[in-house]
């Protein structure tokens, strides 16, 4: 069954810290994995998309990692800043599944002055 | 900033009642999604749709319906809500980027 894990749950940290975010996904064969940013009430927001050939790639203060062959992706977050408080949803894409998009359940990021 | 827009963002009604949600986009995607997401918790798809006159159901069981008349709208319809629909209901479309428009959220009372 095609699946995507994240960790944590849910994470605090200081304003101004640095924090990882972890995904693992079961998707095969794969295609690409999204990283997206939802605030409270909004539609999420593409931060990173990365295909198969891709290792990193970032985005500003977000820095998207991806292995291939353990399958697994991190979200890296530099110096963070109060308006980084949001639920951060790892997606991934398999080759059969052109139309449909693997969503996990999120880590909900709260970053505090 | 992705064209893609829903109305009405906020919707309270009455059990029994039937209502439509709107989306639109002026990006000329194929393909459109409607997504269902209680609070706190993750997306799941409930119809998409990948041009005019093609639409499938999802993954998640939704009493909803959709059409696809123009490329450029996908409203979702409920012919009588009830407090079991309410949500936040996200449009989506897609050519290689996804993008999401900003969510109604349904409350049925």
């Known amino acids: 069954k095609n699946q995507v894990e994240q960790s944590p749950q849910s994470l605090i940290i200081l304003e101004g810290k640095n924090c990882t975010l972890q995904?693992?996904?079961?998707?095969?064969?794969?295609?690409?994995l999204r990283w997206y940013k939802q605030d409270t009430g909004r539609g999420p927001v593409s931060l990173t998309i990365?295909?198969?050939?891709?290792n990193t790639k970032s985005n500003g203060r977000y820095t998207a990692t991806l292995d291939a062959d353990t399958k697994q992706s991190s979200l890296h977050i530099t110096a963070s800043q109060l308006s980084d408080s949001a639920s951060y949803i790892c997606?991934?894409?398999?080759?059969?599944?052109?139309?449909?998009?693997?969503f996990g359940s999120g880590t909900r990021l709260l970053v505090r002055p | 900033e992705a064209d893609i827009y829903q109305t009405p963002r906020y919707l309270v009604i009455g059990t029994g009642k039937k209502i439509t949600l709107e989306c639109s986009q002026t990006?000329?995607?194929?393909?459109m999604y409607w997504y269902q997401q209680d609070p706190g918790m993750e997306l799941h798809l409930i119809h998409y749709?990948?041009?005019?006159?093609?639409?499938e159901k999802g993954d998640l069981s939704s009493e909803s319906t959709v059409s696809r008349i123009r490329t450029e709208h996908f409203p979702l319809t409920l012919e009588s809500a009830r407090p079991s629909h309410t949500s936040q209901y996200l449009c989506?479309?897609?050519?290689?980027?996804?993008?999401f428009g900003p969510g109604t959220r349904l409350t049925v009372t």
């Open positions: 989506a479309s897609r050519a290689h980027e996804q993008y």
């Open positions: 990365m295909t198969f050939s891709e």
């Open positions: 997606v991934v894409s398999g080759v059969d599944s052109s139309y449909k998009l693997i």
């Open positions: 749709s990948y041009g005019v006159n093609s639409t």
């Open positions: 995904c693992n996904y079961t998707v095969s064969p794969f295609s690409n």
């Open positions: 990006m000329g995607h194929d393909k």
